[in-house]
């Protein structure tokens, strides 16, 4: 049992270069979530999908695209890094109600 | 989601109970009290829930006040290894109610 899975764990990219990050969960969890972390200011929602084939915007949306076309996916695409987006990215994914959220281990991007 | 607020850090000795307080006075009648913890450079770490009763995991105990404006996670016998950032969230459920994190407790348990 993986929980969840994030790759790539490290990554540096070029400005205007694009990559997707991606998660995998093996729960069958209905609800997955990418936030973004910097230092000294916590973790931050960008998108988040409520089920196979949705997604919303979360609190920091700009920059960023996601899909969700397996239910066991989510997708974190970046069209054209920006040194701003130099981050920890987290998934999570989650049953939904009052259930937890299990979070991957992040992935450490760079931009340059 | 009602606002939380939690002392910037804290230590404990290893072996030691540590209460953790968090502050939460505009909590609303449907909202939960979660508390997660981030062990450094690991991915968040769920821990606990409640809604108004005490509760208690093979984790830690989350004790809520009465009036619910307040609670305290405890960690009966702390080790080393439980030094991390934890987080006091208060949430409603729904389809699109969220976790937001705050700045959290440090909690630094020395030998």
């Known amino acids: 049992n993986a929980g969840v899975t994030q790759t790539p764990k490290f990554r540096v990219l070029k400005t205007g270069q694009s990559m997707t990050l991606l998660c995998a969960q093996d729960m069958n969890h209905e609800y997955m979530y990418w936030y973004r972390q910097d230092p000294g200011m916590g973790l931050r929602l960008i998108h988040y999908?409520?089920?196979?084939?949705?997604?919303a915007k979360g609190e920091v949306p700009d920059g960023y695209n996601v899909s969700r076309l397996k239910k066991q996916n989510f997708l974190l695409g970046l069209e054209s890094a920006a040194p701003s987006q130099t981050s920890v990215y987290f998934c999570?994914?989650?049953?939904?109600?009052?259930?937890?959220?299990?979070f991957g281990s992040g992935t450490r991007l760079t931009v340059v | 989601d009602a606002k939380t607020t939690q002392p910037t850090s804290m230590d404990c000795a290893e072996g030691r109970a540590a209460n953790l307080p968090c502050n939460h006075s505009?909590?609303?009648?449907?909202?939960?009290v979660y508390w997660y913890r981030q062990i450094h450079s690991q991915g968040p770490q769920y821990i606990i829930h409640g809604l108004k009763n005490n509760e208690t995991n093979e984790m830690a105990s989350l004790i809520i006040t009465e009036d619910r404006k307040s609670s305290t996670l405890i960690l009966p016998h702390a080790t080393l290894r439980d030094t991390a950032v934890y987080y006091c969230?208060?949430?409603?459920?729904?389809?699109?109610?969220?976790?937001?994190f705050g700045k959290g407790i440090t909690l630094s348990v020395r030998p």
């Open positions: 505009t909590i609303s009648g449907n909202e939960y």
């Open positions: 999908s409520v089920g196979e084939g949705t997604t």
């Open positions: 969230i208060v949430r409603r459920t729904g389809a699109n109610s969220k976790l937001t």
């Open positions: 999570a994914s989650s049953y939904g109600g009052i259930n937890g959220y299990t």
